[in-house]
């Protein structure tokens, strides 16, 4: 008997994204292919200017390609409108961004839980689900703490936890570990793996860090707008 082919999560096709400045087109992305499994940890490196966080939102629906075709879960991305691109994001994609991006009065057991609310996820589910997600990130302990009393580490863990409590088959980090010095950039590059392993996620992340990119199942190198051979 035949297996059936697997699916990918996320597919780019020939995508290219300009802006109009001053008058003039400005390619940031100049002819993107791209195809993410599931359960893998994908990288995206690349100086500022490159095109990487172009491409991430464009992945994660948050902008629509000027060319090209982007698929996720096999159906057509890029021709949807804003509000069917939300209600995917809500419910399929994770962000984590480099400045933690956290409620600042409400506790790590807050601000996660506040991710399950927004996706709409029965209220049933929130305890148990909201510390699943802290003891995964090693912040057991820390959970009714604030913001301003954890490291930047902690918090980062936190922001991951909040990504991943609504089950999203797809995570996207844009440079997740560039405010963190390199043992704590390790610590989240773990978790990270732990996450892939456990939670049946892709993570697609950017980075200029050269220290964590061997624990990735695959590297691109992004230069101008296009991928170059590693």
Known sequence: ??????QPLLSVRDVERSFDVGGQKLRVLKGINLTLEPNQLIMLKGRSGSGK???????GGLDRPTEG?????GKPF?????DKRTEIRRKDIGFIFQAYALMPLL???ENVELSMRM???????WKSRVTACLELVGLAKRMHHRPFEMSGGEQQRVAIAKAIAHRPSLLLADEPTAELDSQMAAQVMAVFREIVRTENVTICMTTH????MEVADHVYEMVDGVFVAG
């Open 107 to 109: 506790s790590a057991y």
């Open 119 to 125: 996706a709409k996820k029965p209220r049933s589910e």
């Open 209 to 212: 860090d050269t220290t964590i």
């Open 69 to 73: 075709e982007i698929f996720f879960q």
């Open 1 to 6: 008997m035949e297996v059936p082919e697997r």
């Open 78 to 82: 890029h021709a949807w409108n804003d």
């Open 53 to 59: 966080t172009t491409l991430m939102n464009l992945m």
